[in-house]
């Protein structure tokens, strides 16, 4: 199938809690089944979830479930982190993750901070111009 005929999925991962950054590993391997381009856009505390150094960062869950918060903390303590699902997810298919430029310089990163999955900083209007043909989700 020609790149034009294909599908397109793009996801913006602004929240940095499991629960809301799950759903990007695990679409972004329902994509990739689904022979989609998937391209992930981090930003803001989505892009914090994702530097090397994130440690318990990037295992948050957001209060605003209450005590289910605790109970989903716990569960995915046997689940592979969302990170490892967009891995495994890019290893693959066709799944490119890129760092948004404002963010990456309001909090003074480099690329290098970063999980090598992230392959390029762009601009939003980058990311939105790439997305434009496709379907966007916000996360």
């Not at 089944?33 to 530097?51: C, E, I, Y």
């Not at 605790?70 to 303590?77: D, H, I, L």
């Not at 990170?83 to 430029?101: F, M, P, Q, T, Y």
Request: charged residues 25%; glycine residues 8%; hydrophobic residues 45%.
């Amino acid at each position: 199938m020609a790149d034009s005929e294909r599908h397109h999925l793009s996801m913006i991962a602004f929240s940095g809690t499991q629960d809301r950054l799950y759903p990007v590993g695990v679409l972004a391997s329902g994509g990739v089944a689904n022979d989609m381009r998937v391209d992930v856009f981090l930003t803001f505390w989505g892009l914090l979830a994702a530097r090397k150094d994130a440690g318990e960062f990037s295992r948050l869950v957001s209060q605003d479930y209450g005590p289910a918060a605790s109970a989903f903390q716990e569960a995915a303590k046997n689940l592979p982190t969302w990170l490892d699902l967009l891995r495994n997810a890019k290893e693959l298919g066709d799944v490119h993750v890129k760092a948004c430029a404002m963010t990456m310089d309001l909090m003074r990163l480099k690329l290098d901070d970063l999980d090598p999955i992230v392959e390029d900083v762009v601009g939003a209007g980058e990311f939105l111009d790439s997305a434009k043909d496709g379907t966007i989700l916000v996360f």
